[in-house]
């Protein structure tokens, strides 16, 4: 039990006084002659013992009287927490794409924000969690306000920074906290609940539908003429699906219309040929109810291509030639005597191949174009001379060369995580051909990751971070004397990802929430900035400029699938789409049965309930009322019909 104010409770020392008077008080007998003296004896002891038992009710009912008064007036009550401290909600609440799912009562994440308003109270403050905000220590009030406005967003936020920020708020809080975890658990798996801070409380969110069907990836095929075939795969979660009708928009334009038939857990391949445009603002949408809607429709462009300037310096490089087609690479070849240094600096990609030493003027005209952003492979020859790739190596600032190593070499690891190779391989490859090198090159790079490297684990192929660009270091001269390598089919894809990755033109489609990379192939003045623009929104991305493009990066924006113009001021340079992250079309969530130990509610307002009612204050000053009134009652029934 505790006391709103503790301090009446000193009052109880005036309990002495009436103690005190009923003890002390001496009632002096008035003596009156009679006759039988016998007889009066015995009534004065037996009216002397009845008077002394009715003052000691008396003395207890007022007693009883002021303990009740003097408690009542402390105001005593049973809690959980004082009475001064005030309580805090830390609340996470998933708004991700995923909880716009219909549950029981409707919409996820509408219900959960309403059930929340609905079981806040005016004396604990709120920090309220989302995956785009966080609003820290909030009145009931205000934390209405900002729920009302929360709606779904393409953000994702994981367990382990909602903890990191949940444990932040701790520290900083001067009251006790409780946790509440608000989701559908939508991709999380169990051991990841398991970091959770004390006091913490889980919801599922639980949708009734348990079938969806999603667009998952589109990729197009050039036939030759004047048509296309646009390919569309789609992906069913949950029973057979017949007669879902899908159709192919250009710029809202409805170009074809089909109809398809899928089976339970399956995807399917849907194609559509489609007249060739010069831009081209494709949409393909399917017409059907499910569980999700906004993985329903997908967004590509295809723009005009812009080719990508290659320059070959150094020995014959047929192999060179085959990779960098007139299709995609304006690619240009030329001795070291007879290059033209007013072509570099226009060059997305520039290849050093099998040079003995590097000229100083040709040096200064690469240090210079590093550093205004251009891409660098670098060949040795067998006969290269060490000290001046050094000078060249330590003026980049990259490290140097140790040795030629003249023992043969098989090349047996792919790096496949390398970013280079992403989605090259569709499995890892175990029983290729080994191509081999019989001479190679030791070398100290700084900032270099390997792409390819050698059987005692040395890099063949390595990429070095230069500040504005990337220098490619391949460990061996590849003429066909020294090297096999040129036949092997891995040469391929290095060599055309290395070409791409200097100049990264705009892809079929970009997904949203996912760092992002587009270069536009035109260099920009001082004061001039590209801004991103869609029929809604604008807004002005990350970016960089370099002497022949610039590099704009994306990830926070934008948040909403569609369309969108790569602008500098009212000139569209390029259009781009976005799409949801396919991982929110996933029905993949957390069961109960994997969450053994670990209580997980499915109603916010019953757990909302329930943590109020474990900190509700339970009042006891009426019931101490009640008694001394009770007490008041006693007394005067004593004293009316208490005859000694």
């Known amino acids: 039990m505790q006391f709103k104010h503790p301090e009446v409770l000193y009052f109880l020392a005036l309990l002495l006084v009436p103690i005190l008077v009923h003890l002390f008080q001496l009632q002096r007998f008035v003596k009156v002659p009679f006759t039988n003296v016998a007889f009066l004896q015995k009534l004065v002891l037996q009216t002397r013992k009845s008077s002394r038992i009715k003052k000691w009710l008396i003395l ?22 004082r009475l001064d401290e005030k309580q805090h909600f830390f609340i996470y609440l998933d708004n991700s794409l995923s909880t716009n799912a219909v549950g029981e009562k409707g919409n996820l994440l509408p219900v959960a924000t309403q059930e929340i308003i609905e079981n806040i109270t005016e004396k604990t403050s709120y920090s309220l969690l989302t995956n785009n905000h966080f609003y820290s220590r909030k009145t009931a009030s205000e934390l209405k306000e900002k729920l009302l406005k929360t709606t779904t967003t393409a953000k994702k936020s994981n367990l382990a920074s909602v903890f990191l920020k949940m444990t932040s708020e701790h520290k900083s809080a001067t009251s006790p906290t409780k946790n509440i975890v608000i989701s559908d658990f939508q991709n999380i798996k169990r051991e990841e609940i398991d970091n959770a801070p004390e006091h913490t409380f889980f919801v599922k969110l639980v949708p009734e ?83 999700y809607a906004f993985d329903n429709s997908f967004y590509f462009t295809i723009n005009t291509a812009k080719k990508i300037n290659v320059l070959a310096i150094g020995e014959s ?19 070291v005597q007879n290059v033209n240094y007013n072509l570099i600096d226009k060059q997305h990609l520039i290849v050093l191949n099998e040079l003995k030493n590097i000229p100083e003027t040709l040096l200064k005209s690469l240090e210079s174009y590093t550093k205004k952003g ?37 090349i047996t690891s792919i790096h496949y995580s390398h970013p280079l190779l992403k989605d090259v391989f569709e499995k890892k490859v175990t029983n290729f051909q080994y191509p ?16 390819v490297s050698f059987e005692n684990k040395q890099g063949f192929i390595k990429q070095i971070d230069l500040p504005n660009a990337a220098m490619y270091w391949v460990a061996a001269p590849l003429q066909k004397d020294n090297s096999n390598f040129t036949n092997s089919p891995l040469i391929v894809p290095v060599f055309y990802n290395i070409g791409k990755q200097g100049l990264q033109l705009s892809e079929l489609y970009y997904t949203i929430n996912k760092q992002n990379t587009i270069d536009i192939d035109e260099g920009l003045g001082k004061d001039e900035v590209l801004r991103i623009a869609s029929d809604k929104d604008s807004f002005i991305p990350l970016q960089q400029t370099f002497q022949n493009k610039t590099r704009i990066t994306t990830k926070d924006q934008p948040l909403v699938a569609g369309f969108y113009q ?72 004593i004293l009316k019909f208490f005859k000694p």
Not at 590 to 596: A, M, P
């Open 60 to 81: 207890a009912t007022r007693m009883l009287l002021l303990t009740a008064l003097i408690f009542a007036f402390a105001q005593p009550y049973f809690s959980n927490q």
């Open 209 to 291: 539908q348990k079938s969806n069907i999603s667009i998952d990836s589109v990729f197009v095929e050039d036939t030759g003429g004047s048509n296309m075939s646009v390919h569309a795969i789609l992906k069913n979660q949950g029973t057979t699906k017949n007669n879902i009708p899908i159709a192919i928009y250009n710029n809202n334009k409805l170009l074809n219309k089909q109809t398809v038939a899928i089976e339970e857990n399956e995807t399917t391949e849907i194609t559509f040929s489609v007249v060739k445009t010069p831009v081209f603002l494709g949409k393909i949408d399917i017409n059907f109810n499910d569980m």
């Open 317 to 335: 490089n047929s192999f060179l030639q085959r990779i960098y087609t007139e299709e995609e690479f304006n690619f240009t070849s030329s001795s």
């Open 374 to 410: 251009g891409s660098l492979v670098v060949i040795p020859s067998k006969e290269s001379i060490l000290s001046s790739y050094n000078t060249f190596f330590n003026t980049l600032g990259v490290g140097e060369l140790l040795s030629q190593r003249n023992d043969s070499l098989k």
């Open 436 to 451: 081999y090198v019989k001479t190679s090159f030791n070398t100290a790079f700084n900032n270099a990751s390997t792409i």
């Open 566 to 637: 790569i602008q500098e001021q009212n000139e569209v340079l390029r259009s781009v789409a976005f799409n949801y992250d396919k991982s929110e079309s996933l029905l993949d969530f957390l069961s109960f049965s994997e969450t053994d130990g670990i209580k997980i509610a499915t109603s916010v307002k019953n757990t909302l309930e329930n943590i109020n009612n474990e900190n509700k204050i339970r009042w006891l000053w009426k019931w101490f009322l009640g008694l001394a009134i009770v007490s008041l009652f006693l007394e005067i029934l």
